[in-house]
C-alpha cells in the first residue's frame, strides 16, 4: 500500500515542473509574508505592503498553476521570473534577496522543463531497431524541375 502511494507520487512529480513550482510557491510565501508583519509595523509600512502582498498571492498562484497545468508552464515561469525581478523593487528587496532569488530560480525551472519522454536505451536492440525503421523509410523527394523556371 505505501509502495504504491510513493510510486504515485513519484509519477505525478515528475510529470509536471515540481521543482519550479515549489521554489515559486515559496518565494511568493516569503514575499508575502514579511509585510503581514505585527500591527506595528504594518502602520508604519502603510500602502507600500499592498504590492508584496498582491506579488506574493500572485507567484504563489503561479507555482500552483505550473503544478496542476504543466501545458502552461512556459507562461507561468516567464511571469514568475518577471514578478520575482520586480519584487526586488517594489517588496523590501524581494523579501530581503531571498524571494526574489527563490522565484527566479524556480521560473528558470519552470520554463526549462520538458514532459517526461521515456527512458534512453543504449541497448543493441534499440540500435537495431532504429536501423530497420531507416530501411523502411521512403527515400526523400527528388528535386523539382519547373518548366518556367521558377525556383522552389
Known amino acids: 500500500m505505501l509502495l504504491n502511494v510513493r510510486r504515485r507520487w513519484q509519477r505525478w512529480r515528475r510529470s509536471r515542473p515540481f521543482w ?3 521554489f515559486a510557491i515559496l518565494a511568493g510565501s516569503w514575499i508575502c509574508v514579511l509585510p503581514l508583519a505585527p500591527l506595528k509595523i504594518m502602520l508604519q509600512q502603510g500602502v507600500a505592503g499592498i504590492p508584496s502582498v498582491l506579488m506574493g498571492i500572485v507567484m504563489i498562484v503561479l507555482g500552483l498553476t505550473a503544478w496542476f497545468s504543466p501545458p502552461q508552464r ?5 511571469l514568475t521570473t518577471l514578478i520575482a525581478t520586480a519584487a526586488l523593487v517594489l517588496s523590501n528587496l524581494g523579501g530581503f534577496l531571498i524571494g526574489t532569488l527563490l522565484g527566479i530560480l524556480g521560473g528558470g525551472l519552470m520554463f526549462a522543463w520538458q514532459p517526461y519522454a521515456g527512458r534512453r536505451a543504449g541497448t543493441a536492440e534499440s540500435a537495431a531497431g532504429k536501423a530497420e525503421s531507416a530501411e523502411a523509410a521512403p527515400p526523400p523527394p527528388t528535386p523539382h524541375h519547373d518548366p518556367q523556371g521558377a525556383q522552389p
Do not use: M, W
Open 74 to 78: 512556459s507562461l507561468a515561469g516567464v
Open 20 to 22: 519550479g513550482g515549489l
